[in-house]
């Protein structure tokens, strides 16, 4: 079965504190791995992707196939990372039809 | 340039009653998308469009649940028969073919009394 779990629903943390979103998947193939965010009161939008390996506001996320996780970090978090992220997969051999939601985590930083 | 649309922005509608929920995708986007935001499913996929047709509609929660596309462009979500447990946010996504990479739409609030 394909499923994605963010096993916390609120993350709460301090100005300047590091941040790691957990991201775990299932699947039996080779999925391709994302991060979506969703500030308050705006749309649903890319962060980044595990094929680019980029970094996007501070963010990076390593694809491990081992431990099949794909967390997201950031060394020093800001006010302004606020937001709801939510991990999600594609499977490949579905021809990119379609993504595969985590539940979302909430970040909270505090001043 | 002009992001994903949707109309309306909300929607209330009596239980029983139909109700169109369209999208407006980025120009040029072949591959159409229709998710559901709800808070005890969180976001669920419900139909992809690869120009007007719809290789996959596995997320369809029901018969009374359909949606189109014409002209590889705008796509209609139709929902017969409403019930109070279809209230979510339907948010539509475009993308180039067909890609993980989606732009989404503001998305469309229905609440069904």
């Known amino acids: 079965a394909q499923r994605v779990t963010q096993p916390e629903k609120l993350l709460s943390v301090f100005k300047g504190a590091p941040v790691e979103l957990k991201c775990n998947y299932s699947?039996?193939?080779?999925?391709?791995l994302f991060w979506y965010v969703q500030y308050s009161r705006q749309r649903l939008q890319l962060l980044l992707r595990?094929?680019s390996r980029e970094s996007i506001k501070g963010f990076t996320a390593d694809l491990n196939k081992g431990e099949t996780s794909f967390h997201l970090k950031k060394p020093f978090a800001q006010e302004e990372d606020s937001a709801m992220y939510y991990c999600?997969?594609?499977?490949?051999?579905?021809?990119?039809?379609?993504?595969?939601f985590g539940a979302g985590t909430r970040l909270a930083v505090h001043p | 340039g002009a992001g994903v649309s949707q109309s309306p922005s909300n929607k209330v509608t009596e239980k029983g009653k139909d109700v169109e929920l369209r999208c407006d995708p980025i120009?040029?986007?072949?591959?159409l998308y229709w998710y559901r935001q709800s808070l005890g499913q969180g976001l669920e996929f419900l139909i992809y469009?690869?120009?007007?047709?719809?290789?996959?509609k596995s997320g369809l929660p029901s018969d009374r649940f359909s949606a189109e596309r014409t002209g590889g462009s705008v796509s209609t979500l139709t929902i017969q028969r409403t019930q109070q447990e279809d209230s979510a946010v339907y948010l539509c996504?475009?993308?180039?073919?067909?890609?993980?990479?989606?732009?989404f739409g503001p998305g469309t609030r229905l609440t069904v009394t």
């Open positions: 996504a475009s993308s180039y073919q067909g890609s993980g990479e989606q732009y």
């Open positions: 699947y039996s193939g080779s999925p391709e």
């Open positions: 595990h094929i």
């Open positions: 999600a997969l594609v499977p490949l051999s579905g021809g990119y039809n379609k993504l595969i």
């Open positions: 120009s040029g986007h072949t591959a």
């Open positions: 469009f690869q120009g007007n047709s719809a290789p996959d």
